[in-house]
Every structure is written in structure tokens, then in C-alpha cells.
């Protein structure tokens, strides 16, 4: 007979997932949980970065001297 438990991988030892402890089954769902926070976090420092760059470029193209046909809109 086939199981459906849930296996995890601990020290490349599998495990059923219910043969475990509650308290161990928390924190493999927490480990879980904070995985997906560092890499949600991970995408919004790239994306920060980013901004961040775009601001940077932004100050230093308004303090260039204006080009001659820039002028010429003027």
C-alpha cells in the first residue's frame, strides 16, 4: 500500500511528516514561512535598488548643464 504522508528531508534523512513531533511540525511550517519572506524581501531589495539608481540618475541629469538643444525648447 502506497503512503500519502508528507515526507521531509532533515540531514538528508527522510521523515514522515505526522510521525513528527507537533513542535518540530511548527517549525518546518515556520522555516517554511520564513523562506518565503527572504525571498519576497529578496525581490523588493532588487527592486529598491533599482528605484534607487533611477533616483540617483535623475538627480544628477537635473544638475547637468542643460544641453544646447534643450535650451533652444526653452
Known sequence: ????EAKVTINEQEYDFDGLEVETQAN????????RE???LQI???ERQ???????????DAVQPVEE??????
Open 50 to 60: 533599482a528605484l534607487l539608481q533611477m533616483y540617483i540618475k535623475a538627480i544628477a
Open 69 to 74: 538643444d534643450e535650451a533652444v525648447v526653452q
Open 38 to 40: 527572504v525571498s519576497a
Open 1 to 4: 500500500k502506497m503512503s500519502s
Open 28 to 35: 518546518i511550517a515556520r522555516v517554511n514561512e520564513l523562506r
Open 44 to 46: 523588493q531589495i532588487n
